[in-house]
């Protein structure tokens, strides 16, 4: 079964830990990346990663970091130094060559830090 | 369902009609543009495509139109259904060797029984 999976599905932190969202794809996908959405919102790009061993800024990235060691990996930690982690993350997926460059999606993991 | 501010735009329509969802991008040289559907609490799905040399795709009762003059995108779901109640994404590909996809913020669809 090809896709994509984010675990786990909703977590709670206390003010001042670091947690980390582990998001894996079995699909080959070259690209990764991670996004957040709050209530009503859209979606903010944190970090993406074209390829292992390498990973670009988005838009949102202060209080994040992501490492990419396998192709099928990509795992956010929210560290204690962002100011509002409660959210929505999502993961996703997509080729980077050939056009047509859909993201395929994880479930999300619904993070609450009190 | 152009946004405004930080909420997202919404649509209520009744079981059986015709729903009408619009999105606008920013780039002319966006060359390819998908619309997602995003159910409470779930991760968004694709829905349908469209490359910049077509006007229309049509799919399972959604079509897409793109009107490239006036850089806007549509999407009709036709014969609304209360399993069809989410927010829909449109999404913009700048083309070239850019491979990230720009999101708009979204239309929220109610559809009344």
């Known amino acids: 079964d090809g896709g994509i999976t984010q675990s786990p599905k909703y977590l709670f932190r206390k003010e001042g830990q670091n947690v980390t969202l582990s998001c894996e794809q079995n699909?080959?996908?070259?690209?990764m990346y991670w996004y957040r959405q709050d209530p009503g919102q859209g979606l903010r790009l944190i970090y993406y990663?074209?390829?292992?061993?390498?990973?670009q800024k988005g838009d949102i990235a202060e209080g994040y970091s992501v490492s990419r060691e396998k192709k099928e990996s990509f795992p956010l930690t929210v560290t204690s130094a962002q100011k509002n982690p409660t959210a929505f993350y999502l993961c996703a997926s997509s080729y980077v060559t050939g056009g047509g460059y859909e993201q395929y999606f994880g479930p999300g993991t619904r993070l609450t830090v009190t | 369902g152009e946004s405004v501010g930080l909420h997202l735009p919404t649509l209520s329509v009744q079981e059986g009609d015709n729903s009408i969802i619009n999105c606008a991008y920013s780039n002319s040289a966006s060359d390819y543009f998908i619309w997602y559907k995003q159910e409470s609490g779930k991760g968004p799905q694709f829905i349908i495509d469209i490359r910049s040399n077509m006007d229309k795709r049509q799919g399972q009762r959604v079509t897409v139109l793109l009107n490239k003059t006036v850089k806007h995108l549509s999407l009709q779901i036709a014969a609304t259904q209360p399993g069809d109640s989410a927010v829909y994404f449109c999404?913009?590909?700048?083309?070239?060797?850019?491979?990230?996809?720009?999101f708009g913020k979204g239309t929220l669809l109610t559809v009344n029984p």
């Open positions: 990663s074209q390829i292992v061993n390498d990973f």
């Open positions: 999404a913009e590909n700048k083309g070239g060797s850019n491979y990230k996809l720009t």
């Open positions: 699909l080959n996908h070259d690209a």
